[in-house]
């Protein structure tokens, strides 16, 4: 029997339970999983409904039980279930063997009178028999004749099943007398609590399951096996068809689990907007997309679990019975963010419009080809937390359920509208052979007209944005085509509205499959967003600088000194709401939680202030190289000043480090090298601008100086390490010299780049450290360590080493060159949020620096 034998209701019932964060699966024994038979004791389980009730209970975040009248003994020898599956007994009476002495003295004396009691009344009659349990007693008359058995049942209800004390259970041929107030819904109620479940589902055949049944509620739901009056909300026929039921579920849940399959992280290709991004799976899928701003909710989040989580698909109409065809190929039209999907025959245009104002952000996907094309589309709002309603249109479709308006222009498209308990499903089949189709996703509007200027038009103005960007741009020779391609996805991570930048597209792609590092990059991070800033003025793109610092001068203006500034803020320049869970996603290949937010936004780092004032730095020596008559402004000199005295203030407590380890503060001696460096930075600024410093700075300089070379440095590990008074290295410990605190000849320093690499490297890629951090579970190599290796080979003399390394850092980019955070050189795949700023700023200085 297979789930196409169970009817289309139940089907996608049983899918949408099967994505609840934590899930309570139950069932009666008799009857469901078991057939009814004429002796008891001969009772088998479903060897199918066994194995599915093993597999659920061997799944994360979801529970198996089975509550039955039968004693605990019973069951656990018949079942035949493991010890994952909560075996309750006695209707509720029995959820442990031990339970018997949990029976007060008075309800002992009155179960052994029962028990006298009913074993006189079957003695009258043949095939009547009497079960003992615990805390009940069951007089069984299945096997009797009719007037025996009613004879029977008759002489209880009026005898001892109105004895005070009793409580009375009648089942199919059994009356069962308890001594204790039980019944399956009460022991439901028990399983869920303990479970902590979202949902529960129950199994059930007989009139003692009703009880369980009137405890379902919300997403709840009941599954009656076999005839008869019911408050269950489904039906099946047999026990056959429960197996079937819970082997779907199974599937269902373990898929949901492990988020479906999971696209290679270097395999997805980001779309970028000045306002907004997306990304896009190999075979055009739109798998994630935020609405109103990067940081806001996603209404596109099958990256992070599976397609019911949101997306928007296309692809060639496939036959029944026929494989579904792989894109022949993916990838940018050189020098923009627009992306060409392409199949035989078939071709899909993506990419963000630009025209749009303040508060949208739409989707432009144009099919093109000689053959059938089928489009799902299935919008998410809330991260999947809203329900969807889908009306049709003749130009196209209209979303409700988010508080922004959404609509989709579609001219010439018919759709059918697929319904699950929450949520519709559009979908579409096209012929793109008379004529292209333009699909048009509007968010934040509910105009369905037709736009002016014409689709191709609003290309052509997007595609310039980008290409005419990188006409201007001065890039290392080294992989050319792959440098540009990373100073285009830097910029695509600016936020031109406000002038932050992002420090990644994602958030939650793990930095290990399955494991719990999944962090939420969608923010502005300070020293990410100075970093990525000084790389582009660096390719001689100075307006990104400009609008971060004024972004940040607006940020300052909020507080009474840069000593207070956050690590980090939202796009808008906002504190960030608490660090928060997103149940219902699985995680990407089931990593598990989805966060958004992020707790680091309350640490201490004060190591913030040295890439903002060495970016300072860098935009003001491009603008003199530039010929610019004022190339360091006022405003910028102020904010050098002010972050002089925040290093100041500041430069002696610990702190949280570059790495956010969510553990007690260390004095790091990269965030102690970034406070020299701020110094050190405003020192030689005054000096070439002619801006008057203090009589304290170089003091100041030479004091931090004095303290890391001394406090810094281990004779047992032979380097400078992570943080005083420890052994364990960082690789961010690199910039000791990579920043110019320590002479790049100095012997000291070649150790820590000789020790970074024994103990950091791992074949093509670099770890940030090996030690505690407090957290489960382990990480990749990240990419920006391998660039800050490559740097100090470089520095000094193993250019040949450096020269290997980068290599091996641009055959990890994807096949339309982007990177993500880190890198697992065994399996040798990306992980970590995609693509991430750190990475692309890593290769673009090593290529500069190779490049002579």
Known sequence: MSAQDLVPELRRALKAIARMPRLLVASDYDGCMAPIVSRPEDARPNGDSVRAMRALAELDSTTAAVISGRALRDLATLSRLPAEVHLVGSHGSEFDVGFVHEITPAATELLDTLIVELRAIAADYENVTVETKPASTVLHFRNASTTDGDAALHRVRIGPATWEGVQVTEGKSVIELAVIVTDKGQALDILRHEAGASAAIFFGDDVTDEKAFRRLHGPDFGVKVGEGDTLATYRVDDTEQVATALAFLVEERRNWLRGGAAVPIERLTMLASPRTVALVTPDAKVCWMCHPEPDSAALFGSLLGTDEAGEFAIGPLVEEGKATPLPLSQRYIDSTMTVRTRWAGLEVTDYLPHDVPVGRTDLTRVIRGEVAAKIRFAPRPEFGQAAVRIETFDDGLRIYGSNEPLVLRAPGVTWEIESDRHHQTAIATVDPSAGEIILELRCGTEDLDIHQPPEHERRAE???????????????????????????????????????????????????????????????????????????????????????????????????????????????????????????????????????????????????????????????????????????????????????????????EPDHGIWEIRGNPRHHVYSKVMCWMTVDRALKLGDEFGRETELGWSVLRDTIARQVLKQGWNDKANSYTAAYEGVDLDAATLHIGLAGLIDPSDPRFTATVNATEAELRSGSTVYRYHHDDGLPGGEGGFHLCAAWLIESYLLIDRRGDAEALFDQMVKATGPTGLLSEEYDPVAERALGNHPQAYSHIGLLRCARLLNG
């Open 462 to 652: 997007a595609e310039a944005y980008w290409s005419d960007w990188a006409k201007t741009l001065d890039l290392p020779g080294i992989k050319r085509d792959l440098m540009k391609r990373s100073a285009l996805t830097l910029r695509g991570l600016v936020h031109s509205d406000t002038g932050s930048i992002m420090a990644a597209a994602t958030t939650s792609l793990p930095e290990e499959i399955g494991g719990v590092r999944n962090w939420d990059y969608r923010y502005c991070w300070l020293r990410d967003a100075a970093l990525t800033a000084s790389a582009l003025v660096s390719v001689g793109s100075y307006s990104e600088a400009e609008g971060y610092l004024n972004w940040l001068h607006q940020v300052l203006g909020t507080l009474s000194g840069p000593e207070w500034l956050h690590p980090l803020y939202t796009l808008a320049g906002t504190g960030l709401p608490p660090e928060a869970v997103i149940d219902s996603l699985p995680g990407y290949a089931g990593s598990r939680p989805v966060r958004v937010g992020n707790a680091a936004n309350q640490q201490v780092q004060l190591d913030v202030f040295g890439p903002i004032v060495d970016l300072i730095s860098t935009l003001s020596h491009a603008r003199k190289a530039a010929g610019d008559p004022k190339p360091l402004s006022d405003a910028d000199w102020d904010l050098v000043r002010d972050m002089v005295y925040a290093v100041e203030r500041r430069w002696t």
